[in-house]
């Protein structure tokens, strides 16, 4: 659910998972049978059931097939929103600013000290 460790322990010290209902610590252990709450950043509760563990680190394909994803479908709403959200968003791969802006650039740091 977290691409990494340490965002996993962080959200799990953040009181954002439950495990059967009671507030997950670092290291506890998780056993078949188990229900875990995750509350996402945009706050909408993820709940999976533990079908089985591996014994060491697996591919996320067969890792998938080790829980159960049970938790409500969002509303029309939440979804419309989710994707005017994405179409809204800045677009972060724009690229270097070209001649004319690195000049407006140059110009406005050398006179208003920016």
């Not at 322990?9 to 997950?24: D, L, P, Q, S, T």
């Not at 670092?26 to 706050?43: C, F, M, Q, W, Y």
């Amino acid at each position: 659910m977290f691409p990494t460790r340490s965002q996993a322990k962080a959200a799990v010290e953040g009181g954002k998972v439950e495990i059967n209902g009671a507030r997950a610590k670092p290291h506890r252990e998780v056993k078949a049978g188990d229900r875990l709450t995750i509350t996402t950043s945009r706050g909408d509760p993820r709940i999976l059931v533990v079908r089985g563990l591996a014994e060491r680190s697996i591919p996320k394909a067969r890792a998938r097939e080790l829980y159960q994803d049970v938790s409500p479908p969002p509303s029309p709403q939440v979804v419309e929103a989710r994707r005017l959200d994405r179409l809204l968003a800045p677009r972060a791969d724009a690229g270097r600013p070209d001649r004319r802006e690195q000049r407006e650039r140059r110009d406005r740091k050398r006179y208003t000290g920016e």
